[in-house]
């Protein structure tokens, strides 16, 4: 079976650090373009940050360009993403995607497999 499971969420005040791993079950991770997003109550989905197939190529969105890091360990089938200096407006479900085609580059779109999300709040 087909599986995406996201981890490491919770609460956290402002300023703090969460990692949020993505583990797959039942394909590789490897050869695949991953994205993280994130869904805030009352807000549409937003693309938070992907990684290409390589791990070459990365993106980041604006909101988050020099406090989050995307990172893969094939390894371990994972993708992480390291969060720092957290502020209120991260507060939200972050969900890891994939796409089901191999060798792609960091995209936020055409993802096939979805998690279920972590729910990751930043709040004092």
């Known amino acids: 079976q087909l599986q995406l499971v996201e981890s490491g969420g919770g609460l956290v005040q402002p300023g703090g650090s969460l990692r949020l791993s993505c583990a797959a079950s039942?394909?590789?991770?490897?050869?695949?373009?991953i994205g993280w997003f994130r869904q805030a109550p009352g807000k549409e989905r937003e693309g938070v940050s992907c990684?290409?197939?390589?791990?070459?190529?990365?993106n980041y969105a604006d909101s988050v360009k020099g406090r989050f890091t995307i990172s893969r360990d094939n390894a371990k089938n994972t993708v992480y993403l390291q969060m720092n200096s957290l502020k209120p407006e991260d507060t939200a479900v972050y969900y890891c995607a994939a796409q089901r085609r191999v060798g792609g580059r960091c995209s936020y779109y055409d993802m096939d497999y979805w998690g279920k999300g972590t729910l990751v709040t930043v709040s004092s």
């Open positions: 990684i290409g197939s390589s791990g070459s190529s990365t």
């Open positions: 039942g394909f590789t991770l490897g050869y695949r373009a």
